[in-house]
């Protein structure tokens, strides 16, 4: 009798403890799981944006606004890589080449071809971001697309963008942002580009 209560127990004992051992595992596999997830970080930024013709005699410049969706994970202690949604809004001017839109430009074939319409540049791009104590510097490049309704369809033809940041933090989740991205795109001729520089407020989401 006294054999098999101690059977009894020791069976006890070893249940208890293979479910002490499940549970650790468990919440070691949570913890790692956390951890894995708090190396993502979403952003959002608002702010101005200045649109700046290169080369472009018709077109020097306007003003609009800017919005931004970024998402990057810890790559290494200070490297982070990830994605970023961007887009301008304004009011830009549109020629016309053999019927076709001309952005920001007039030219020969319809030289008083020259009007207005709500634009909004938008690029997607891949950043890489190294995070230092007091200051964020981020490099990117990516596709630009014009979407207007002049565009129309051409809407859909992209352009190559690249763009520098830097972000100075003010709060624990706030900080003041400085990018600036070119391109040359849409049909513009050589040494043709426009520069954007955009200041901003970036709330980690």
């Given amino acids: 009798?006294?054999?098999?209560?101690?059977?009894?127990?020791?069976?006890?004992?070893?249940?208890?403890?293979?479910?002490?051992?499940?549970?650790?595992?468990?919440?070691?596999?949570?913890?790692?799981?956390?951890?894995?997830?708090?190396?993502?970080?979403?952003?959002?930024?608002?702010?101005?944006?200045?649109?700046?013709?290169?080369?472009?005699?018709?077109?020097?410049?306007?003003?609009?606004?800017?919005?931004?969706?970024?998402?990057?994970?810890?790559?290494?202690?200070?490297?982070?890589?990830?994605?970023?949604?961007?887009?301008?809004?304004?009011?830009?001017?549109?020629?016309?080449n053999d019927g076709e839109p001309a952005p920001l430009r007039r030219t020969g074939g319809a030289p008083t071809s020259f009007s207005s319409d709500l634009s909004f540049p938008t690029r997607l791009l891949g950043v890489a971001t190294v995070d230092l104590d007091r200051v964020r510097f981020d490099a990117g490049v990516g596709a630009v697309f014009l979407l207007s309704s002049t565009m129309g369809g051409f809407s859909l033809f992209p352009g190559f963008v690249a763009e520098a940041g830097v972000a100075v933090p003010l709060a624990a989740r706030t900080s003041l942002r400085l990018d600036v991205w070119r391109v040359s795109a849409w049909g513009m001729q050589s040494g043709q580009s426009i520069i954007v520089p955009e200041l901003g407020l970036d709330v980690r989401l």
Wanted: hydrophobic fraction near 50%.
């Fill in 1 to 96: 009798m006294s054999a098999a209560r101690t059977v009894a127990a020791s069976t006890l004992l070893a249940l208890l403890a293979g479910a002490a051992e499940g549970r650790a595992a468990e919440s070691d596999t949570s913890t790692a799981a956390r951890q894995a997830l708090s190396t993502r970080r979403v952003a959002m930024s608002v702010g101005g944006a200045s649109i700046i013709g290169v080369g472009l005699p018709d077109f020097t410049a306007t003003g609009g606004l800017a919005l931004g969706l970024r998402e990057d994970w810890a790559a290494f202690s200070r490297l982070r890589l990830g994605f970023a949604e961007a887009v301008a809004v304004a009011d830009l001017p549109y020629g016309s």
